[in-house]
């Protein structure tokens, strides 16, 4: 059984900076993509950001520029850092493994999570 254990939420004001952990005992989870998901009240689960096994990077339109994904492979660890936050950033963060990510010139990018999943972090941002 894949555990995936997320940390680092917490409150920040509107402009501040935060960075979310993912951390595994499983080193195998090094060969998968592995992203971030979020979910607001009352809104539906949303895409964030994702890094595939070769480290390649996509990000959702709402985060990119702002926030950065990358992985320590030697922690077994991915990492969200999160820059010029904003109150709509408020969510339950949520890590994912073997999710798959879709990137095209007319849809932008879109993922389909994996079957593996963080217990989640929340994040709130104040104004």
């Known amino acids: 059984q894949v555990q995936l254990v997320d940390s680092g939420g917490g409150l920040v004001q509107a402009g501040g900076s935060l960075r979310l952990s993912c951390a595994t005992s499983d080193p195998t989870l090094n060969d998968y993509a592995m992203g971030w998901f979020r979910q607001a009240p009352g809104k539906d689960r949303e895409f964030v950001a994702s890094?595939?096994?070769?480290?390649?990077?996509y990000y959702s339109n709402s985060v990119k520029g702002r926030f950065t994904i990358s992985r320590d492979k030697s922690k077994n660890t991915v990492y969200l850092q999160m820059n010029s936050l904003k109150p709509e950033d408020t969510a339950v963060y949520y890590c994912?493994?073997?999710?798959?990510?879709?990137?095209?010139?007319?849809?932008?990018?879109?993922?389909?999570?994996?079957?593996?999943w963080g217990q989640g972090t929340q994040v709130t941002v104040s104004s």
């Open positions: 994912n493994a073997d999710l798959t990510t879709i990137s095209s010139e007319k849809d932008g990018v879109r993922a389909v999570p994996g079957d593996f």
């Open positions: 890094i595939s096994w070769s480290t390649k990077t």
